[in-house]
């Protein structure tokens, strides 16, 4: 038998959050400022709506995840710019994963020791050395070196925040303008969320970024274990 509850919240908070999102996607588009991003001020309304009113998360997050599941055929859609420019990575692909290796390798030792020197925390700074990465390998990463994989999940969003609203700005600002290059730093620095940001750009921006979202977090999860024990070496 159906259970009528169940649907009614699904179609109540589903309802919510998309009406929510479309709401400020429309604002964005109308004003055209890239600082309203619709996913940030979504989060900032849905949380305060959570609290205000009492909602149970769990119960939200349940009646959601069919939004929730559709992330799943949003990251296979990237594959379509990736695949229309594939020729032309095929002839850049060394230069491409040499550059990228030696970005993800400073990012993460940036973070991680940046974060020992200021407060000296092992575990903290495992965990915000994987917020360039997407959530699901960056968590794995997280707890299998013993980091705290919420504050890694947090750290990510808020790379793909900011990515998302000033990451073209600030290329363009240093006389970054290439599409290429900027579709690699995206995705290298703000995994989806600013993937799927700069695709509303250029197939180029879109197909580049994807391809550094995938051999960025690729590339993470073989070198970082070794690295964050390097790295770890330096204070113990």
């Known amino acids: 038998m159906i259970n009528l509850s169940i649907i009614t919240d699904i179609v109540i908070y589903s309802g919510i959050t998309l009406t929510v999102y479309q709401g400020f996607a429309w604002l964005q588009n109308k004003t055209g400022k890239i600082w309203l991003n619709p996913m940030l001020l979504s989060i900032f309304v849905l949380i305060f709506m959570i609290i205000s009113l009492e909602v149970d998360y769990q119960q939200y997050r349940l009646s959601t995840n069919i939004l929730s599941n ?11 710019p990736l695949y229309q420019h594939l ?57 299998q070196l013993n980091g705290n994989s919420a504050i890694t999940a947090f750290a990510i969003i808020l790379a793909g925040l900011f990515g998302a609203i000033f990451g073209i700005k600030w290329l363009t600002f240093i006389k970054v303008t290439c ?15 600013g993937t799927a940001t700069v695709s509303q750009l250029s197939y180029q921006h879109a197909a580049y970024s994807s391809l550094a979202l995938i051999i960025s977090a690729t590339i993470t999860a073989i070198i970082s274990p070794s690295l964050i024990q390097q790295l770890d070496s330096l204070f113990f």
């Open 179 to 193: 599409p290429k290059a900027q579709g690699l730093a995206i995705g290298t620095a703000s995994h989806a969320l």
């Open 70 to 80: 559709l992330l799943e055929p949003a990251v296979v859609a990237l594959g379509f």
């Open 87 to 143: 020729s032309s990575m095929k002839s850049q692909w060394k230069k491409i994963v040499y550059f990228l290796t030696i970005a993800i390798s400073l990012l993460i030792s940036i973070s991680y020791l940046s974060t020992m020197i200021l407060i000296n925390s092992p575990s903290i700074a495992v965990s915000l050395s994987f917020k360039s990465i997407t959530i699901p390998v960056g968590i794995a990463l997280t707890e």
